[in-house]
């Protein structure tokens, strides 16, 4: 993101953003607020950490047509949902056969406000990608077709989760924006991330 395009995005010059990065000025209370809620960050994370250090956590951001896959998907609503999701479809590959299976995983929208504000639950949804050939006994499989997705990676997704994961969703939102790009949920998984140490990110893209 230039100067400039923060400068319009605050409502403010681009002087006065040249002045933040060089410290030769502080934004005050408002407009630090604002930069929390546009950079998805505390009022520490923007005044006493390394945000130069947070960006660098991303790379290879791009445009990739992801192949038509097969795969079996599993959710769970609970208060930690992703490793339960994520297990299950590991144990179905093991059982299969498939010691290192790829799989992926995304956030699981049938959650009632019930079970979101009473309760602190959310929902997850994993996947495993089958291999050519690979049919799990009584699990019902899905197709999806090749599709154009924006993607990113980020190298440690877990140092700071709340941030660095959430941030790489706007990120990507903002360059599909700048490049003219579409998000699109017709006939293909919207977005979804991959399990491991690392993790890239894909939004689906018209």
Same mark, same amino acid.
């Given at each position: 993101?230039?100067?400039?395009?923060?400068?319009?995005?605050?409502?403010?010059?681009?002087? &006065?953003?040249?002045?933040?990065?060089?410290?030769?000025?502080?934004?005050?209370?408002?407009?630090?607020?604002?930069?929390? =809620?546009?950079?998805? *960050?505390?009022?520490?994370?923007? #005044?006493?950490?390394?945000?130069?250090?947070?960006?660098?956590? !991303?790379?290879?951001?791009?445009?990739?047509?992801?192949?038509?896959?097969?795969?079996?998907? !599993? @959710?769970?609503?609970? @208060?930690?949902?992703?490793?339960? @999701?994520?297990?299950?479809?590991?144990?179905?590959?093991?059982?299969?056969?498939?010691?290192?299976? =790829?799989?992926?995983?995304?956030? #699981?929208?049938?959650?009632?406000?019930?079970?979101?504000?009473?309760?602190?639950?959310?929902?997850?949804?994993?996947?495993?990608?089958?291999?050519?050939?690979?049919?799990?006994?009584?699990?019902?499989?899905?197709?999806?077709?090749?599709?154009?997705?924006?993607?990113?990676?980020?190298?440690?997704? #877990?140092?700071?989760?709340?941030?660095?994961?959430?941030?790489?969703?706007?990120?990507?939102?903002? !360059?599909?924006?700048?490049?003219?790009?579409?998000?699109?949920?017709?006939?293909?998984?919207? *977005?979804?991330? &991959?399990?491991?140490?690392?993790?890239?990110?894909?939004? @689906?893209?018209?």
């Amino acid at each position: 993101m230039t100067q400039e395009d923060l400068a319009e995005k605050m409502n403010i010059t681009r002087q &006065t953003v040249s002045k933040w990065e060089l410290d030769m000025a502080q934004p005050e209370m408002d407009k630090a607020i604002e930069l929390c =809620r546009l950079f998805n *960050c505390s009022l520490d994370n923007l #005044f006493r950490d390394d945000m130069v250090l947070c960006s660098e956590a !991303y790379t290879n951001l791009r445009i990739e047509t992801v192949p038509a896959f097969r795969y079996i998907k !599993y @959710a769970v609503i609970s @208060a930690e949902p992703e490793s339960d @999701a994520i297990d299950r479809v590991r144990s179905i590959a093991h059982k299969c056969g498939v010691d290192n299976p =790829r799989v992926i995983g995304w956030d #699981f929208p049938n959650v009632s406000q019930e079970q979101i504000n009473v309760f602190n639950m959310h929902g997850y949804e994993a996947a495993w990608i089958l291999p050519d050939g690979t049919v799990p006994p009584d699990t019902g499989i899905h197709e999806q077709a090749a599709h154009k997705y924006a993607a990113i990676h980020i190298g440690e997704p #877990f140092g700071n989760p709340f941030v660095s994961i959430p941030n790489a969703y706007k990120t990507l939102m903002e !360059y599909m924006r700048v490049n003219g790009l579409e998000h699109t949920d017709k006939n293909v998984i919207p *977005c979804f991330e &991959t399990d491991g140490e690392s993790m890239d990110i894909y939004i @689906a893209c018209k």
